[in-house]
């Protein structure tokens, strides 16, 4: 349903003030334009031995000198924040770079010297639609959001759980799989998404995170790709269950929940979105005023993107809508009954 590279907009003024009042724009090294000054890579392999996206890049020996002191500085920036020097028994292992994206990521991977510990952070091109992804979902989903961008640098912590697509072919299957909680969860994810107008949720774009419960084990989706945020043109590309990787558990979904049973998990989503919203009042507030008055999208894809949501939701509300902005603002008070 994507298929072409979405156009980059600028970090504005006023989204900068946003952020450095809500303390995520921070003074850390501009690292970007650097890492992209690579002199040879080679595929990544996964664990298993199988060929990723990613590709493992190589530097220079005197840049990578100058490298290395600058990424755990802001590994430690990411993680601790404010000045430290818990940072010099971490080491810069390894450097992947995912040409597939559009926002052109860097995975870096740190090790802890004295454990051999690893986790991972992005170094990515700043972009004002993601930014915006970013922040909708530290204040409108139950997941906790950290990144930081300084210029043309964006950094995002590492978000842990198991591939979607990998999850689809290999743990859904499992007959110990509890089918109806990962229905549940699919179908509060696919909510979730379509009231904040994130869009192109294919399984590559989340992960599964598995928790063992008391009793059961408990599981939750998470997007991992904030780049389609409030940007494409077609109403469908914002509901997860229209992309072709998920009719595996989309169908799923059909076969062990009825439709009364869907409208309650649809109406539980609501009104936890509806708390969150309300108790970030504020920040809410202003952060949608400032993507308003923000250009994240070509004006066709507005006008297209209200006529479809106008069509769903037998309503002329959208109908002034001019931006991006304005019609995210407008979807998420008609959903939640703001």
């Known amino acids: 349903m994507i298929s072409r590279r979405k156009i980059k907009y600028e970090v504005s003024a006023p989204l900068r003030q946003y952020l450095y009042h809500f303390d995520r724009l921070r003074d850390i090294p501009l690292v970007y334009d650097d890492l992209a000054r690579f002199v040879g890579s080679m595929p990544y392999e996964d664990p298993r031995g199988k060929e990723t996206l990613w590709l493992t890049v190589y530097y220079d020996p005197d840049l990578m000198a100058e490298l290395r002191p600058k990424l755990t500085k802001i590994y430690a920036e990411l993680k601790i924040g404010g000045e430290t020097d818990l940072h010099e ?4 292992d390894r450097i992947d770079f995912g040409e597939f994206g559009n926002s052109r990521p860097f995975r870096i991977r740190i090790t802890n010297l004295y454990n051999d510990n690893s986790d991972y952070f992005y170094v990515k091109q700043a972009d004002a639609s993601r930014i915006y992804g970013l922040e909708l979902e530290h204040i409108l989903s139950p997941n906790r959001i950290n990144y930081l961008v ?4 964006l950094i995002e912590e590492h978000i842990a759980g198991v591939p979607g697509d990998v999850f689809l072919a290999n743990h859904l ?3 110990e ?3 109806v909680r990962i229905a549940k969860e699919f179908t509060k994810f696919n909510e979730r998404c379509f009231i904040r107008l994130l869009g192109d949720m294919r399984s590559v774009n989340y992960v599964v995170d598995i928790t063992p419960d008391f009793e059961e084990v408990q599981y939750r989706v998470r997007p991992i790709d904030f780049d389609q945020q409030s940007y494409e043109r077609r109403g469908k590309t914002y509901l997860a269950y229209r992309f072709d990787s998920n009719k595996t558990v989309t169908k799923l979904a059909f076969d062990v929940l009825n439709r009364k049973t869907i409208d309650q998990y649809v109406a539980e989503e ?3 979105m509806t ?5 970030e009042g504020g920040r809410l507030k202003g952060l949608l005023g400032i993507m308003r008055r923000d250009e994240i999208a070509p004006s066709h894809h507005v006008a297209s993107l209200a006529a479809d949501l106008a069509k769903y939701h037998h309503t002329d509300i959208f109908r002034d809508c001019t931006t991006m902005g304005e019609l995210t603002a407008a979807h998420v008070a008609h959903m939640l009954e703001l």
């Open 275 to 279: 708390r969150r919203a309300k108790v």
């Open 150 to 153: 300084n210029g043309n640098t």
């Open 89 to 92: 028994h971490l080491t810069v």
């Open 173 to 175: 299957p499992r007959p």
């Open 270 to 272: 609501h009104a936890q």
């Open 177 to 179: 799989l509890n089918k």
